[in-house]
């Protein structure tokens, strides 16, 4: 059977763009396998091409088979005690069966038998007829519109004015093309499949476009359509189109970076075309932040920067039509902005006409939880986590800077600004701190407090900013888990992991002397009796997040359970004990060490009395214990001031030389001795050996 290419277009209404790539790949993917589950594509050789514009989804496959090959298939039927008598012959039951499956009697003599025993059974092998693709089409397209990541379903009548159908917008163009024949019979959400397409609403040169073959179809849609069909082309166009207009500005200018918005804009034009445009260089005295979000949120806009970062008076925009002139789309675009720009202009204007300490007592006003209080009552416990932190950190400066800050990082809420894009919450802060001439550290602890706002982002830059940025996390932490507030698998509307992360992330990046039980206790009293203590299970949150992170750095699921297994106060010290660690289990003697401290502890835990390391060096009875323990009297001192040095990799290679002692041990001492005293003192023994080994990490998580 000759194989041709596959065409597979749905033509809609414009889609939801956020929501285009993700749709059109899908779209795309679930045909593909679909087909090559039924035995559709000819070879490994079938290749996936992906199409989704503002109205259209749609594949292109190679190597496509007409119909698929037959299959030799072979079903069980029933055990042979069942399906033949005593002689031999079939039973009513067997008739019955091999009847349903199209056979006779005919087919009894054919049967296989399978097994031995009560467990043999009877198999009727036959050949099931390949699938047509026009058939299978229909199937892998039903299966695909039913699998599709809809973000939100709508409902439309069809045009028969009585029937319905559920999609994410309303369809009304299929094509089916196999080479150059059309699968006419495919048909979904009431449309029968045809040759025809639409293309660029207003710059098409033919409406409709009559596709030729299934190879024809990107070509045609862009000569014939004005529509280039993929969205990676599109979105590789507009770059290019966006670099080479930033160049005819020159001054070297460049268009800001944002993947998500060169995504949507991507899923909202047919053909690009870039253009240039201006506004008044008065507005470039408003915090560039406000114009930037105010024209990529609402006008899908690209700002031009300079080359020192700062916003310019000019800005790029994609338009979907190429008119010969082009000055109405400009002046269209500029008019537009203009009064965007002037209400950022305004709300900024009218934000500084008061102080951000004048806004503190509106704070109360804000509801934050009903469990927990307004905003106002949430600053006031930032301020007194963030005091206990900064006494530790530093000195009254540093007391004063972030008591001041946390006392003002939430009052940018209540101003007009944010109110309009809360995404400068924190940003305007600074600002504001700034033009109430406010000290230049707290100003920039107000816009860093909520840093690290995702994965990858950058810490607050300043001691006063990490202090109340911890502060404010762990309010968050703390307050949440106290009320029983806590993340599900797939929810975590106060985003309690990413809290929990930015609280990580700053102890160990900025290497702070802060126990991690210490800071959560020192959380608890600002809630009063608003919580419960809930910070085992908050301990073993962040250190589930701490675990996960560390894998994802590429240590070992082995290596972190092992330094993870003695919860380590200090998170800035886990980097060096899990280093240490790789490095001690690279030594030869680290797998008998890890066997034997797996039985110490061991029998340790099965010990009748809670076990002291302590030892009376006048019960050591048997050499072998002797030589044990002169071996730590020798080793265990070095090991442990260079375990309080903070080398950790030197402490434990220290520990290797205890190898030979131990194994001696072990092969020589019985521990559980008849005489009580000899026994308690062997435990003793162990037990110092036990705590010598496992500061740095649970040596017997190491054991294989």
Same mark, same amino acid.
């Given at each position: 059977?000759?194989?041709?290419?596959?065409?597979?277009?749905?033509?809609?209404?414009?889609?939801?763009?956020?929501? #285009?790539?993700?749709?059109?790949?899908?779209?795309?993917?679930?045909?593909?396998?679909?087909?090559?589950?039924?035995?559709?594509?000819?070879?490994?050789?079938?290749?996936?091409?992906?199409?989704?514009?503002?109205?259209?989804?749609?594949?292109?496959?190679?190597?496509?088979?007409?119909?698929?090959?037959?299959?030799?298939?072979?079903?069980?039927?029933?055990?042979?005690?069942?399906?033949?008598?005593?002689?031999?012959?079939?039973?009513?039951?067997?008739?019955?069966?091999?009847?349903?499956?199209?056979?006779?009697?005919?087919?009894?003599?054919? =049967?296989?038998?399978?097994?031995?025993?009560?467990?043999?059974?009877?198999?009727?092998?036959?050949?099931?007829?390949?699938?047509?693709?026009?058939?299978?089409?229909?199937?892998?397209?039903?299966?695909?519109?039913?699998?599709?990541?809809?973000?939100?379903?709508?409902?439309?009548?069809?045009?028969?004015?009585?029937?319905?159908?559920?999609?994410?917008?309303?369809?009304?163009?299929?094509?089916?093309?196999?080479?150059?024949?059309?699968?006419?019979?495919?048909?979904?959400?009431?449309?029968?499949?045809?040759?025809?397409?639409?293309?660029?609403?207003?710059?098409?040169?033919?409406?409709?476009?009559?596709?030729?073959?299934?190879?024809?179809?990107?070509?045609?849609?862009?000569?014939?359509?004005?529509?280039?069909?993929?969205?990676?082309?599109?979105?590789?166009?507009?770059?290019?189109?966006?670099?080479?207009?930033?160049?005819?500005?020159?001054?070297?200018?460049?268009?800001?970076?944002?993947?998500?918005?060169?995504?949507?804009?991507?899923?909202?034009?047919? $053909?690009?075309?870039?253009?240039?445009?201006?506004?008044?260089?008065?507005?470039?005295?408003?915090?560039?932040?406000?114009?930037?979000?105010?024209?990529?949120?609402?006008?899908?806009?690209?700002?031009?920067?300079?080359?020192?970062?700062?916003?310019?008076?000019?800005?790029?925009?994609?338009?979907?039509?190429?008119?010969?002139?082009?000055?109405?789309?400009?002046?269209?675009?500029?008019?537009?902005?203009?009064? $965007?720009?002037?209400?950022?202009?305004?709300?900024?204007?009218?934000?500084?006409?008061?102080?951000?300490?004048?806004?503190?007592?509106?704070?109360?006003?804000?509801?934050?939880?009903?469990?927990?209080?307004?905003?106002?009552?949430?600053?006031? $416990?930032?301020?007194?986590?963030?005091?206990?932190?900064?006494?530790? =950190?530093?000195?009254?400066?540093?007391?004063?800077? %972030?008591?001041?800050?946390?006392?003002?990082?939430?009052?940018? =809420?209540?101003?007009?600004?944010?109110?309009?894009?809360?995404?400068?919450?924190?940003?305007?802060?600074?600002?504001?701190?700034?033009?109430?001439? =406010?000290? %230049?550290?707290?100003?920039?602890?107000?816009?860093?407090?909520?840093?690290?706002?995702?994965?990858?982002?950058?810490?607050? $830059?300043?001691?006063?900013?990490?202090?109340?940025?911890?502060?404010?996390?762990?309010?968050?932490?703390?307050?949440?888990?106290?009320?029983?507030?806590?993340?599900?698998?797939?929810?975590?509307?106060?985003?309690?992991?990413?809290?929990?992360?930015?609280?990580?992330?700053?102890?160990?990046?900025?290497?702070?002397?802060?126990?991690?039980?210490?800071?959560?206790?020192?959380?608890?009293?600002?809630?009063?009796?608003?919580?419960?203590?809930?910070?085992?299970?908050?301990?073993?949150?962040?250190?589930?997040?701490?675990?996960?992170?560390?894998?994802?750095?590429?240590?070992?699921?082995?290596?972190?359970?092992?330094?993870?297994?003695?919860?380590?106060?200090?998170?800035?010290?886990?980097?060096?004990?899990?280093?240490?660690?790789?490095?001690?289990?690279?030594?030869?003697?680290?797998?008998?060490?890890?066997?034997?401290?797996?039985?110490?502890?061991?029998?340790?835990?099965?010990?009748?009395?809670?076990?002291?390391?302590?030892?009376?060096?006048?019960?050591?009875?048997?050499?072998?214990?002797?030589?044990?323990?002169?071996?730590?009297?020798?080793?265990?001192?070095?090991?442990?001031?260079?375990?309080?040095?903070?080398?950790?990799?030197?402490?434990?290679?220290?520990?290797?030389?205890?190898?030979?002692?131990?194994?001696?041990?072990?092969?020589?001492?019985?521990?559980?001795?008849?005489?009580?005293? #000899?026994?308690?003192?062997?435990?003793?023994?162990?037990?110092?050996?036990?705590?010598?080994?496992?500061?740095?990490?649970? #040596?017997?998580? #190491?054991?294989?």
């Amino acid at each position: 059977m000759n194989a041709s290419n596959l065409l597979v277009e749905l033509f809609v209404e414009e889609l939801p763009p956020k929501a #285009l790539q993700k749709l059109g790949d899908a779209f795309a993917g679930v045909l593909f396998e679909q087909l090559k589950a039924q035995g559709l594509l000819a070879s490994s050789t079938a290749r996936l091409t992906a199409y989704a514009s503002p109205r259209r989804l749609a594949a292109h496959i190679t190597d496509v088979l007409p119909q698929a090959e037959d299959k030799a298939i072979s079903q069980k039927l029933m055990p042979v005690a069942v399906g033949l008598d005593a002689e031999g012959k079939p039973t009513p039951a067997l008739l019955k069966k091999l009847a349903a499956l199209g056979a006779d009697a005919s087919a009894v003599a054919h =049967l296989q038998r399978e097994g031995e025993g009560k467990a043999e059974a009877l198999f009727y092998a036959s050949t099931a007829k390949g699938v047509v693709l026009a058939d299978g089409v229909q199937k892998a397209l039903d299966e695909t519109i039913a699998k599709l990541p809809i973000p939100k379903v709508m409902r439309y009548q069809l045009q028969d004015g009585w029937s319905s159908v559920n999609f994410v917008r309303p369809a009304h163009g299929l094509v089916v093309m196999h080479g150059t024949q059309v699968l006419v019979s495919v048909k979904t959400l009431g449309l029968t499949a045809g040759n025809a397409t639409q293309g660029h609403r207003f710059e098409a040169k033919v409406s409709p476009v009559v596709i030729q073959n299934a190879d024809s179809y990107a070509e045609q849609l862009r000569e014939e359509g004005a529509v280039v069909a993929s969205f990676t082309e599109r979105r590789a166009d507009i770059v290019r189109q966006l670099q080479a207009a930033a160049e005819r500005v020159g001054g070297g200018v460049r268009p800001i970076e944002d993947d998500a918005l060169l995504d949507e804009v991507t899923a909202l034009v047919e $053909r690009p075309n870039v253009l240039v445009c201006e506004f008044e260089q008065e507005f470039l005295n408003v915090p560039q932040e406000c114009l930037i979000l105010t024209m990529k949120a609402n006008q899908k806009y690209f700002p031009l920067l300079d080359t020192q970062g700062k916003l310019t008076h000019q800005f790029l925009i994609v338009s979907n039509i190429t008119p010969q002139d082009a000055s109405a789309v400009i002046e269209g675009n500029e008019r537009v902005v203009r009064p $965007r720009l002037a209400d950022a202009k305004f709300f900024f204007d009218q934000d500084r006409k008061k102080t951000l300490e004048s806004r503190v007592e509106g704070l109360g006003k804000v509801v934050y939880h009903n469990k927990l209080g307004t905003q106002g009552e949430r600053v006031e $416990r930032v301020r007194a986590i963030a005091k206990a932190i900064a006494q530790q =950190l530093g000195d009254a400066r540093l007391v004063q800077q %972030a008591d001041q800050a946390a006392m003002l990082a939430k009052t940018d =809420l209540v101003t007009d600004m944010v109110g309009e894009f809360p995404e400068l919450q924190g940003t305007m802060g600074r600002y504001y701190a700034l033009n109430d001439s =406010l000290d %230049a550290a707290v100003a920039d602890a107000i816009e860093d407090h909520y840093k690290p706002r995702f994965a990858g982002d950058t810490l607050p $830059r300043g001691q006063a900013g990490v202090v109340v940025a911890l502060a404010d996390k762990l309010e968050t932490l703390v307050g949440m888990f106290g009320i029983g507030n806590l993340p599900t698998g797939d929810r975590d509307p106060f985003a309690l992991r990413r809290h929990a992360l930015g609280v990580i992330r700053m102890l160990v990046e900025k290497d702070l002397p802060l126990d991690l039980q210490g800071l959560l206790n020192s959380a608890l009293p600002a809630f009063g009796d608003k919580i419960q203590d809930a910070t085992p299970a908050l301990l073993d949150f962040i250190y589930d997040r701490l675990s996960g992170s560390l894998r994802e750095q590429g240590f070992s699921a082995q290596e972190v359970e092992a330094v993870m297994a003695l919860r380590p106060q200090r998170l800035a010290d886990v980097q060096k004990r899990l280093d240490a660690v790789r490095a001690f289990a690279a030594l030869s003697e680290a797998q008998a060490l890890a066997t034997a401290n797996k039985r110490v502890g061991n029998i340790l835990k099965k010990a009748e009395i809670e076990v002291q390391p302590q030892v009376n060096e006048a019960l050591l009875a048997e050499q072998a214990e002797k030589d044990l323990f002169a071996a730590l009297q020798a080793v265990a001192p070095k090991a442990q001031q260079q375990f309080e040095a903070g080398d950790y990799t030197a402490s434990l290679q220290t520990l290797a030389a205890l190898r030979a002692p131990v194994d001696a041990f072990f092969e020589h001492v019985m521990v559980n001795a008849q005489d009580e005293a #000899l026994k308690h003192n062997r435990l003793g023994l162990l037990a110092t050996l036990h705590e010598a080994m496992n500061r740095v990490a649970d #040596l017997s998580l #190491l054991a294989v």
